[in-house]
């Protein structure tokens, strides 16, 4: 089974940002107000505006901001494979394993 964003359950409607979600995903990535900005192609005064609830988020950011999350989201399963990796490796004695085949053996269940 491929990985995709369905497989992991990440859904491929936008979601709805607001700005406690907005700072949540800019914490999660360790970044500051201003990084995000620079990736949006905002003003970093704007994020801030946002996260205390001044401004509302603009629709033309909204599908960026999706992508950010999804490449987060996956970034976390790839992170959660190889700690199983290990297992399969040590438990299988191969050398070689991919994430379709930790996601069948572990969470496909």
Do not use: Y
């Amino acid at each position: 089974m491929a990985l995709t964003l369905n497989t992991i359950g990440l859904q491929s409607r936008p979601m709805e940002w607001d700005a406690n979600k907005l700072r949540d995903l800019r914490l999660r990535m360790g970044w500051s107000p201003s990084d995000l900005a620079r990736r949006l192609h905002i003003d970093s005064l704007k994020i801030q505006q946002i996260e205390a609830g001044l401004e509302e988020i603009e629709s033309s950011v909204i599908a960026s901001l999706d992508l950010i999350f999804k490449q987060a989201e996956l970034s976390a399963d790839e992170k959660s494979c190889e700690s199983l990796a290990e297992i399969v490796f040590i438990e299988d004695e191969v050398t070689q394993i991919d994430n379709d085949s930790i996601h069948n053996k572990f969470l496909d269940q």
